[in-house]
């Protein structure tokens, strides 16, 4: 199985909306609703932002939303802040209880 | 709160085993609805999925780690661990435990990550 193909950076000013790729086969992203989205800051774990391409666990603002279409599944931050400046990957399950994650998107607040 | 710790050396040598415990605390190993797993990311790159298991000890491992990758659960203690034959530089990362959906397979909850050197 081979990652998930996300733009290695991402930018928008404060305010504004900005939305990151996430591309797939038809094996995984494809082939399953089951996209997640992960924002990791600095040497901290990464956080579940979305799930289930669209959904939000409690208390992740609605700002961020997520979707997809055929092979390509995609995060939109809007209203950008300045504490959304970090890393954003990508992650899908890819059959056979396997899951398959992007090489990541730095997002940076202009 | 749902908390998970890894432990394990720090440093392993060239051709030899990486050893890691995940404990969890909080909350219950022993969950029909969720997966527990390891992820990786090596210094300054992405994230990598290692592997998953169940509290049944049932194990899904990644295609290209599998011929030396060995997952297991021990739910007296609610750990689980995985060892790491032959590592190489390569290997050196941050590993994560997590919680993973039964279901999409995402990670709703982390451990703090530790990070393993391969070095002689």
């Known amino acids: 199985q081979s990652a998930l193909t996300q733009p290695p950076s991402a930018s928008g000013s404060p305010g504004q909306s900005v939305t990151i790729s996430c591309t797939g086969t038809?094996?995984?992203?494809?082939?399953?609703?089951?996209v997640s989205w992960y924002q990791q800051h600095p040497g901290k774990a990464p956080k579940l932002i979305i799930y289930?391409?669209?959904k939000r666990p409690s208390g992740v603002p609605d700002r961020f939303s997520g979707s997809k279409s055929g092979n390509t599944a995609s995060l939109t931050v809007s209203g950008l802040q300045a504490e959304d400046e970090t890393d954003f990957y990508c992650?899908?399950?890819?059959?056979?209880?396997?899951?398959?994650f992007g090489g990541g998107t730095k997002l940076t607040v202009l | 709160q749902l908390q998970l710790q890894e432990s394990g050396p720090g440093l392993v040598k060239p051709s030899e085993t990486l050893s890691l415990t995940c404990t969890v605390s909080?909350?219950?190993?022993?969950?029909?609805?969720?997966?527990w797993g390891w992820i990786r990311q090596p210094p300054g790159k992405g994230l990598e999925w290692i592997g998953t298991?169940?509290?049944?000890?049932?194990?899904y491992y990644s295609p290209s780690l599998k011929s030396r990758l060995t997952m297991s659960v021990d739910t007296s203690k609610s750990q689980f661990s995985l060892k790491l034959t032959s590592v190489t530089a390569a290997d050196t990362a941050v590993y994560y435990c997590?919680?993973?959906?039964?279901?999409?397979?995402?990670?709703?909850?982390w451990g703090q990550g530790t990070l393993v050197t391969v070095s002689s």
């Open positions: 289930e391409v669209s």
């Open positions: 909080g909350g219950s190993i022993i969950t029909k609805s969720y997966y």
């Open positions: 992650s899908s399950y890819a059959g056979n209880n396997n899951v398959v």
């Open positions: 997590t919680r993973l959906g039964y279901n999409d397979g995402s990670g709703d909850y």
């Open positions: 298991m169940f509290y049944t000890g049932v194990s």
């Open positions: 038809s094996s995984d992203v494809g082939g399953y609703n089951y």
